[in-house]
């Protein structure tokens, strides 16, 4: 994708970069509004409101958020949850490197900040505007601060609706059907497909042999290096 | 239980700021072997079916007949959703709603 993104064919920055990239993210930032609401409304029944916000406030990732959540209402160890929630966030060291090498000038005290807003829908979104036109750190912070934005208000509101709703009306299943749609999202090709299987039948047959909180570790790492030697043999 | 998860959160916190900030911080001189890359796209991904095989097959930490776990039974419909609708709005409802009908008719 690199070869053809030469600076001729690029067009020229547009005037107001902050404000185009909130433009060109709120589509997509909005689809996050509903894992915003089934956050909330999954965590405000175990955790009190302002820890509910704090949570989307300091991690700012739905999927480990939504992990974590259920996790310490089911009582797990604090260590394996951060493990599982690790993880599931190591995707996030892949989208940052390729956002870091991309985008240039960005004074160095701002790069926490900008880090801090790395989401798949800002990174898909900037990377999609860079494909055919120069794209700064300001594009990327409009795109970033959209789906802050949008992520903040939804959790809350969850939160206020989902405390207000009884246990009778199904809320607890938000979270397997959350995971239900992550998976569909993250499951894009035969070999992450493939590699997914393998984990949830590792984890089930290792159940009774490690118990029921290293055995979705250990099935992860297992399966993921199971995938990258299957993927080697194959293509050597 | 309260106090647990404010530390979790915290630590939750400066972990993912740590993976979001370090190829900010060390740009050129990360870079990954190509196993390393490939093995970070597809954990993700097992992570999530691992917890999702094991929410539904032992919700709560017991063993039900499948016949009479309702988190197993309602992921029929949710997934047949998210497959055919690929929408987050309809797996949510479709996924809740047969939950809160089969909890009720199991228990009967």
Known sequence: ?236 | MERTALWVTLALAAVTLALRYIPFATMARLSLPDWAEEWLRLVPGAVLAAMLAQTLLYPDGQTLPPWRNAYLLAAGPAFLVAWRSRSVVATMLVGVGSYALLSRLLVL
């Open chain 1, 1 to 236: 994708m690199d070869a053809d993104m030469t600076t001729s064919t690029r067009l020229p920055a547009r005037k107001r970069p902050l404000l185009e990239g909130v433009r060109a993210t709120l589509a997509i930032g909005l689809s996050v509004l509903p894992f915003g609401l089934a956050y909330g409304a999954v965590a405000a029944q175990t955790m009190p409101l302002g820890l509910v916000s704090l949570m989307s406030l300091t991690v700012f990732a739905g999927t480990a958020q939504f992990v974590a959540a259920s996790m310490l209402a089911q009582g797990a160890a604090p260590i394996s949850i951060l493990v599982t929630t690790t993880l599931l966030q190591l995707r996030l060291v892949l989208m940052s490197a390729s956002v870091a090498r991309r985008l240039r000038r960005v004074p160095r005290g701002l790069e926490p900040a900008l880090a801090h807003l790395i989401t798949d829908e800002s990174f898909a979104v900037t990377i999609a505007a860079m494909a055919d036109r120069t794209v700064g750190p300001r594009f990327f912070v409009g795109s970033g601060l959209t789906v802050f934005v949008i992520w903040q208000i939804s959790s809350v509101a969850g939160a206020w609706l989902g405390s207000g709703v009884g246990e009778e009306w199904g809320i607890a299943y938000a979270m397997p059907s959350s995971l239900i749609c992550l998976l569909f999202m993250l499951v894009r090709d035969k070999s992450t497909l493939a590699v997914s299987l393998a984990a949830a039948g590792l984890c089930i047959a290792l159940r009774p042999l490690v118990g029921s909180t290293w055995n979705v570790l250990l099935a992860t790492v297992v399966a993921g290096i199971g995938g990258v030697w299957w993927n080697a043999r194959r293509s050597g």
